[in-house]
């Protein structure tokens, strides 16, 4: 009974450089969302997303930031030409239904580091 | 609106005391309302939820109370514990049926 798994746990990355996330959710579960948390900060909705659909993007910056869910496969978050303010642990989370009527399941999260 | 006010940002009880955290949501059409805890460089982890449709849940030592009127709903926490010492997380969606945003958190301390 596998929880959601993210990977890798650690990443760094040079200023300019991408930075891809990964994000496999609970068996089953179809829908998958991304979060971005700042040290001592909170967790900032990114985007929601369902198989092979990006049901809401609306947290994402505009440039830069790319997610994708396929049908085979786990959840991609990507940050292309990675900046100092990008370095944050980034949550992933997985359920089992559409909208917030479901339980979310996080995963441990990727602490990017840009240097 | 997207707005989930949560307060307060830190908070400090003797071990055995009670702790209340509390959190108000802008849209009177949301309907469920998780809380969520987060130890020290871990992943944040469901402790309760309540749906729109009930006041008041216990689950042990924690419950949760929602006054739709009033747009607001609490976190209980008695006979705290040194484990109890985490940030807490409470969430509302925007709308019905929508995803979920997250309070600012509240850091617990339990003191010894």
């Known amino acids: 009974n596998a929880g959601v798994m993210q990977n890798p746990r650690h990443l760094v990355r040079r200023r300019g450089q991408e930075a891809r996330l990964r994000c496999s959710p609970v068996?089953?579960?179809?829908?998958v969302y991304w979060y971005r948390q700042l040290p001592e900060e909170g967790l900032k909705f990114m985007v929601y997303?369902?198989?092979?659909?990006?049901?809401?993007e609306s947290g994402m910056p505009k440039e830069r930031f790319s997610a994708e869910f396929p049908k085979e496969g786990p959840s991609i978050l990507r940050i292309q030409q990675v900046v100092r303010g990008d370095s944050a642990a980034y949550f992933c989370?997985?359920?089992?239904?559409?909208?917030?009527?479901?339980?979310?399941?996080f995963g441990p999260g990727t602490r990017l580091t840009v240097t | 609106g997207e707005n989930v006010e949560q307060h307060p940002s830190t908070l400090s009880v003797q071990e055995g005391d009670s702790a209340v955290i509390k959190c108000t949501y802008s849209?009177?059409?949301?309907?469920?309302f998780p809380w969520y805890k987060q130890e020290l460089g871990k992943r944040p982890q469901l402790i309760i939820d309540i749906r729109s449709n009930v006041g008041e849940k216990k689950d042990q030592r924690i419950a949760v109370t929602l006054n739709k009127t009033a747009k607001h709903f609490s976190l209980h926490i008695t006979e705290t514990q040194p484990e109890d010492s985490a940030v807490y997380f409470c969430?509302?969606?925007?709308?019905?049926?929508?995803?979920?945003?997250f309070g600012k958190g509240t850091r617990l301390h339990i003191l010894p």
């Open positions: 989370a997985s359920s089992p239904g559409l909208g917030s009527s479901y339980e979310q399941y």
């Open positions: 969430a509302a969606p925007p709308r019905r049926d929508d995803k979920i945003i």
């Open positions: 068996k089953g579960h179809s829908h």
């Open positions: 849209d009177s059409a949301s309907n469920y």
């Open positions: 997303l369902q198989k092979e659909n990006i049901i809401d």
